[in-house]
């Protein structure tokens, strides 16, 4: 079946430092990839998203590309904030109710 | 963006109670609906998918007659654990699908459950 693997975390970063969660996905064909936020008490919110292969997913500084060759969808920014530091889930739709297969989250702090 | 309200976001109940939990659509029509649980430091568990109109789909190990899912209009579904239990306290977390939304989904804030 499908299936999202994203980095383990905890991941701990400096304020501006760069930063990169990877997430690799098997699927049949080529659904639509997704990165969610989750601030600590609080629930998802779509941060980006890329519909087709090649396609470029951005918001708020984070960017993420989707690569087909290599079934990955890695969420990417230059400078992360204190403000950044929660739990990001890479997520694909999937089954006949298309409803979405997470990755087992991945905590970021950023230290100021 | 498409927004979606849970109410409420917490909620203290004593054991053998029930429980409603609301899931709405402010600016759009949800045609699916979907309801999450999330234990501690863990991934999203899905629970059940409701389509308006239509019986509830629910997950391998998922009680039908412990978490009823009413999904009675385009833009409303409501959660309902029945006899609660100290095991149940969890957080919910609900999420809404268009089909004009190109099968994203957008989640409701989550609501807090606490069985004494």
């Known amino acids: 079946?499908?299936?999202?693997?994203?980095?383990?975390?905890?991941?701990?970063?400096?304020?501006?430092?760069?930063?990169?969660?990877?997430?690799?996905?098997?699927?049949?064909?080529?659904?639509?990839?997704?990165?969610?936020?989750q601030y600590p008490g609080e629930g998802l919110q779509?941060?980006?998203?890329?519909?087709?292969?090649?396609?470029?997913?951005?918001?708020?500084?984070?960017e993420a590309t989707y690569r087909k060759e290599t079934t990955s969808f890695h969420l990417e920014k230059g400078s992360v904030q204190v403000s950044d530091s929660a739990v990001y889930f890479c997520a694909l739709p999937s089954g006949s109710a298309r409803q979405l297969t997470f990755g087992s989250g991945t905590q970021l702090t950023v230290l100021p | 963006g498409a927004v979606v309200s849970q109410h409420p976001s917490r909620v203290i109940c004593k054991s053998g109670?029930?429980?409603?939990?609301?899931?709405?659509?402010?600016?759009?029509?949800a045609t699916t609906m979907f309801w999450y649980r999330q234990f501690p430091k863990q991934s999203l568990m899905l629970m059940a998918t409701s389509n308006e109109g239509s019986k509830a789909t629910y997950e391998q190990g998922v009680e039908k007659d412990k978490f009823l899912i009413n999904h009675a209009s385009l833009t409303l579904s409501t959660l309902t654990v029945t006899s609660a239990h100290?095991?149940?306290?969890?957080?919910?977390?609900?999420?809404?699908?268009?089909v004009g939304l190109q099968e994203t989904q957008y989640f409701g804030p989550g609501t807090r459950l606490l069985v004494l």
Do not use: H
Request: proline share 4%; with cysteine.
């Open chain 1, 1 to 37: 079946g499908d299936s999202v693997t994203q980095m383990e975390g905890p991941v701990t970063l400096s304020e501006e430092a760069f930063l990169t969660i990877n997430c690799t996905y098997t699927a049949t064909g080529y659904p639509s990839l997704f990165w969610y936020v």
């Open chain 1, 46 to 62: 779509l941060l980006l998203k890329a519909t087709k292969a090649d396609d470029k997913g951005s918001n708020k500084g984070f």
């Open chain 2, 17 to 29: 109670t029930s429980v409603k939990i609301e899931c709405r659509s402010l600016d759009f029509q």
């Open chain 2, 86 to 98: 100290p095991e149940d306290s969890s957080f919910y977390i609900c999420s809404a699908r268009s």
